[in-house]
C-alpha cells in the first residue's frame, strides 16, 4: 500500500467523515469488512471499533463463548507478526512477573487467523473490547497510577512501548457488557452507521472496496458517570514497540505534542525506556489536567521546543546552540523569552489546566503537599537529558504515587 502521502494525490472516491480513507481498499490495503460477516466460523460482525494505518477494528459476537469481542484485521501488506510477538511476550510471561499489577492492563491475544480476501491475505487478531474517555477528573489518580503500573511492566519485560499516548490507553469494558443483547447493544450505543461509497468519476467500485462506509462505534461513557471501580485501563497499540536488547530504533512516531526532545536533538542516540518516561510524564499530566502539557494547534516542531523551554526552563548548552535560528528568534540567551510577555510558565500551567477546572467541576483541587509531589515526580521524569530520568519502577516510588495515586487504585482493586 502507498504511502499516505502518495494517496492524498490520487482521491478516487467521495470523502467519507469519521472513516478509514477509502483509497486503501486495494490490493495489499484494508480487507471489506461488512456488519453480519462471519469469520472463523464463529465470530459475528456486530459494528465497527475503528480503523488505522494498518488495521481495521471490529466488535464482533463470539458464538463459541457467547461474549462480544474485538478483531483487529490487518492490511494485507502490513507485518503483524511483530506486534503480536510483543504481546505474546508481555502477556505469556511467568514467575514473578505474572504478579505484577500493571500484567492484567496489557491485552491478551485470545485467538489469531488469516482470512482471504480480494486485497488479499490478512492476518486477524482477537482481543477483548475496550472503551476511551479517561478524561475523569475524580479518577485522575487511580488511572495514572495504573499507567505507571502498566508501562513499569512491559519496561520490566525489555519492552518500550514507543507510542505511549492517551490514544492508546483504553478502558476495559463494564462487566454487564456481554449480557446485552444485538438490538440493546444497538439501543445503547447506537446502531452501525452506513454511508455508500461512490467512485469520483461515476464507475462501478472495484470487487475490493466496500459498498458502503461504517462510522465506528463509541463505546465510551460519560465521565461524570464512570464509577471509581469501572476505570480499570488497557494499554493498547503495540505497533512502534520493541525490544532495545534486540534492535535499535531512532525514530518516534508519537504525536509531536509528546515527542521526546532527544528525537531532535540527539537523532544518533536510539531511543529506548526514557522515551517511554518523557511520555509517561506528558500522559499523566493530561490525565490530570484539561489540556496537553505542551500544546499548539498545527505546531511545529520549533513550537514545540519553545513550549518546553517555557514550560521547563533552558536546554542543556549544546542542544540550546544547536536549536540555532529559531532560538534566537524566540529566546534571549539566557532563556527568557523574546515579544512573549506574559508566557505560559510551568505554574500557569497547573493553575489554568488543572486546579480552575477541578474548581470549577466541584472537585477539590490539589493541596500544597500534595502539588509539590507531584510537581517533583513530573520533573524529574521530563529531564531533558534522558540518561537523567527515572525509571519507571522509581516512578512507582515517589511520594506522590504512593501517598496519592496508589491508594486510589487499591480501592479498585479492592
Known amino acids: 500500500m502507498e504511502s499516505k ?9 467521495e470523502p467519507l467523515e469519521g472513516v478509514e480513507r477509502l483509497e486503501y481498499y486495494r490490493p495489499g490495503g484494508y480487507h471489506p469488512v461488512k456488519i453480519g460477516d462471519e469469520f472463523h466460523d464463529r465470530y459475528r460482525v456486530i459494528h465497527k471499533l475503528g480503523y488505522g494505518s494498518y488495521s481495521t477494528t471490529w466488535l464482533a459476537y463470539d458464538r463459541e463463548l457467547t461474549k462480544y469481542l474485538a478483531i483487529k484485521v490487518c492490511t494485507a501488506n502490513s507485518n503483524p507478526v511483530h506486534e503480536s510477538r510483543i504481546l505474546s511476550r508481555l502477556t505469556s510471561s511467568c514467575g ?6 500493571g500484567r492484567r492492563m496489557v491485552p491478551s491475544i485470545l485467538d489469531n487467523f488469516t482470512i482471504k480476501g480480494p486485497n488479499g491475505e490478512h492476518a486477524c487478531y482477537v482481543t477483548v473490547p475496550a472503551r476511551g474517555s479517561l478524561s475523569a477528573m475524580k479518577d485522575a489518580r487511580a488511572l495514572a497510577a495504573q499507567l505507571a503500573l502498566a508501562v513499569d511492566y512491559i519496561h520490566s519485560q525489555g519492552v518500550v512501548h514507543g507510542d505511549l499516548h492517551l490514544g492508546n490507553v483504553l478502558l476495559e469494558m463494564p462487566p454487564n457488557f456481554d449480557k446485552l443483547s444485538v438490538d440493546e447493544l444497538h439501543a445503547k450505543y447506537g446502531a452501525p452507521e452506513q454511508d455508500r461509497v461512490v467512485h469520483l468519476d461515476g464507475r462501478q467500485l472495484p470487487p475490493g472496496v466496500p459498498s458502503h462506509g461504517i462510522i465506528p462505534m463509541w463505546l465510551g461513557e460519560a465521565s461524570e458517570n464512570l464509577l471509581l471501580t469501572e476505570s480499570n485501563i488497557l494499554l493498547t497499540d503495540f505497533g512502534e514497540s520493541f525490544l532495545p536488547s534486540e534492535e535499535k530504533k ?4 508519537t504525536p509531536l505534542v509528546m515527542r521526546p526532545p532527544e528525537t531532535w536533538f540527539q537523532p544518533e542516540r536510539p531511543l529506548s525506556f526514557e522515551s517511554d518516561i518523557w511520555t509517561l510524564a506528558c500522559s499523566i499530566w493530561t490525565i490530570i489536567a484539561q489540556r496537553p502539557l505542551f500544546e499548539g494547534f498545527l505546531a511545529t516542531q520549533d513550537d514545540i521546543i519553545c513550549e518546553q523551554v517555557d514550560a521547563l526552563g533552558i536546554l542543556p548548552p549544546e542542544w540550546w546552540q544547536k536549536w540555532g535560528p529559531a532560538r534566537q ?12 510577555n506574559p508566557f505560559r510558565s510551568w505554574e500557569d500551567r497547573f493553575e489554568d489546566s488543572v486546579q480552575e477546572p477541578r474548581k470549577e ?12 509531589a507531584l510537581f517533583s ?4 521524569m521530563l529531564k531533558f537529558r534522558p540518561e537523567e530520568r527515572l525509571t519507571a519502577h522509581k516512578v ?5 504515587m504512593v501517598k496519592w495515586a496508589l491508594p486510589e487504585y487499591d480501592k479498585i482493586r479492592e
Not at 528568534?329 to 512573549?340: L, Q, S
Not at 515526580?377 to 524529574?380: A, F, R, Y
Open 5 to 13: 502521502d502518495e494517496t492524498t494525490s490520487q482521491l478516487l472516491y
Open 96 to 101: 514473578q512477573s505474572l504478579n505484577k499489577p
Open 250 to 253: 531512532y525514530e518516534s512516531h
Open 329 to 340: 528568534e524566540r529566546f534571549h540567551d539566557d532563556g527568557k523569552p523574546k515579544y512573549r
Open 361 to 372: 467541576a466541584g472537585i477539590s483541587a490539589f493541596d500544597e503537599e500534595e502539588k509539590n
Open 377 to 380: 515526580l513530573l520533573w524529574e
Open 396 to 400: 512507582l516510588q515517589s511520594d506522590w
